[in-house]
């Protein structure tokens, strides 16, 4: 195993342990993390004619998508084919990437949690995505705990992947604001293609 893979690892762990760590009591659920808030927004990706995933955005009325960096909400994607989790945290990363410029070392600390996070997925399976600002975010698999990168900055960066204004799917984020603006019905998933 390379020493970047153990380093990765070993990371992961520390980050997912203060998540996981919780005094004895039940671990935090999806249902626990989307407390107080409700489906606000939701589209669907689909690249080169492939579904790819549902975004379904969780927050409380009133979401302002030009302050997300400063509200809590979830993101979560039920995805609609099968992924290897290492190939969704490189191209989170090179999502990253997409909004802006990204310091290499940053880089290689996301890519080794997110790597140690992410497990594959199937059609079905849902990642839910839980940004806790000043925090970090939390990351779900259907209604178990992944565990969290427990840092600002990843955290903004990560979901700024949907939300920026500098994000590779401007339609999707469009998509999204319409509907929390009130020009959606927020009922069906939104066809966004790329």
């Keep these: 195993m390379s020493t970047w893979r153990v380093l990765g690892c070993a990371l992961a762990l520390v980050w997912a342990a203060p998540a996981m760590a919780n005094s004895g009591s039940a671990p935090p659920t999806v249902s626990a993390a989307l407390a107080e808030k409700q489906a606000l927004?939701?589209?669907?990706?689909?690249?080169?004619?492939?579904?790819?995933?549902?975004?379904?955005?969780?927050?409380?009325?009133?979401?302002?998508?030009?302050?997300f960096e400063v509200l809590p909400f979830a993101l979560e994607l039920s995805y609609l084919r099968s992924f290897k989790g290492a190939d969704i945290a490189r191209r989170s990363v090179d999502e990253m990437r997409q909004t802006g410029?990204?310091?290499?070392?940053?880089?290689?600390?996301?890519?080794?949690?997110?790597?140690?996070?992410?497990?594959?997925?199937q059609r079905g399976d849902r990642i839910t995505g839980?940004?806790?600002?000043?925090?970090?975010a939390r990351f779900y698999l259907n209604d178990r705990l992944l565990g969290e990168v427990g840092e600002d900055r990843f955290s903004r960066r990560f979901f700024g992947i949907w939300l920026s204004e500098r994000t590779s799917q401007p339609r999707m984020r469009e998509d999204l604001l319409a509907q929390l603006q009130g020009n959606g019905n927020g009922a069906a998933p939104a066809q966004v293609n790329r």
Excluded: K, Q
Aim: charge should be negative.
């Design 101 to 121: 410029a990204l310091d290499e070392a940053d880089a290689a600390r996301w890519l080794a949690a997110m790597t140690g996070l992410f497990p594959d997925v």
């Design 41 to 67: 927004a939701s589209t669907r990706l689909r690249v080169w004619g492939f579904e790819v995933y549902d975004a379904r955005l969780w927050a409380r009325t009133g979401f302002d998508m030009a302050r």
């Design 130 to 136: 839980v940004h806790v600002p000043g925090t970090g």
